[in-house]
Nanobody, 113 residues
């Protein structure tokens, strides 16, 4: 049973933009803060951004000013808008429903230089 469905990854050039989407069931979305993580090859999974039910956001330092994590409560969807992408942003990105600890399947983002 798929709880979180991600989409939007792909290949982009240095300085480009991508928007990741994560759709959840309504019951999950209403009760959970949501987060995006990423895992680069050979590295540990890293928390990228979070957004609470009330809309408060946090970002890891390396993406501040470049990424945003809006949530659309009407669509039960959280996004990761990624601008000014760098090669070091290359990773598999995962959506997470924080309270229930549900995970998406991951979506690959590759930034070429």
């Amino acid at each position: 049973q798929v709880q979180l469905a991600e989409s939007g990854g792909g290949l982009v050039q240095l300085g480009g933009s991508l928007r990741l989407s994560c759709a959840a069931s309504g019951s999950i979305f209403r009760l959970n803060a949501m987060a995006w993580y990423r895992q680069a090859p050979g590295k540990q999974r890293e928390l990228v951004a979070t957004i609470t039910v009330g809309g408060t956001t946090t970002y890891t330092d390396s993406v501040k000013g470049r990424f945003t994590i809006p949530r659309d409560n009407a669509k039960n969807t959280v996004y990761l808008q990624m601008n000014n992408l760098k090669p070091e942003d290359t990773a598999v990105y995962y959506c997470n429903a924080v309270t229930n600890n549900y995970w998406g399947q991951g979506t690959q983002v590759t930034v070429s230089s």
